[in-house]
C-alpha cells in the first residue's frame, strides 16, 4: 500500500534552495521510495510575505488524508504553522535541523543577504515565525532531527528547546543537513531513521 508522506526543504529567501537541491540530489527521496513511502517534494514559496502565506501554498498541495510531514531548517517554522492551521491533514511532523530563532548574528546576516523585506519572517520565539505558547499546544507525534554542534544556523539548544516545548516530542540520531557534504555517505541511515520512526508512529496510531 503506498504511503504518502510530504517533505518541506529549507532555505529562507534563497532562489537556489529547492527541493530539488534539498531532497532529491542528497539521495533521501530515492531511499524514501525504495523504503515504501510516496514522497511529494513541492518547492517553498521563493519570497513570503509571511510563514502564514508560505502554509497557506503549501497546504493547497496535502495530499486528501492525514499525512506525515518532514519540515526541514527553516521550513520548520512552515511545517509547524502547516500543523496549527490543518490539524486534521498532517499525522506526524519531523523537524529536521530547525533553524535557530532570536540569534542576533544569524538574523543580521540575513538582513544583509536579503534585505529588509525578510524582516517579518524573522520573529519568532524558538522557531521563527511560531509563538513558544504554539508549540506547547501541538497534538500530533513529533521527531526533532538536531544538526552537528559545529552548525551555526541549526544550533543544539534549538532542538533541545523543542524537545521540552512539544508534548512528547522524540529526538533522531544527529544528521549534517543535506545539502551539506558530509551528507552524502549518511543518506541511507537518515532515511531508515526517519521510516523507523513514522513507521512506529503508523502502528502505534
Known sequence: MAR???LIHGGL????MTADRFWHRPG???RLREDG???QTPNRL???ASWEAEAAHLARLLPDGPVP????????SVGVRLALAHPARVSALVLAWPATAGDPQLDQATRVAHGPGVEPLLAGETLRGVRDDELARLRLPVAVVPAPPESPWHQRHTADALLKLVPDAVELPVFPETPHPGFAG???EFSEALAGFLRSRTAAS
Do not use: H, K, T
Open 37 to 39: 513511502w510516496v514522497p
Open 4 to 6: 504518502p508522506l510530504f
Open 13 to 16: 529567501w534563497e532562489d537556489d
Open 186 to 188: 549518511r543518506a541511507g
Open 69 to 76: 510531514v518532514i519540515a526541514a531548517s527553516n521550513g520548520a
Open 28 to 30: 533521501v527521496i530515492s
Open 46 to 48: 521563493p519570497r513570503p
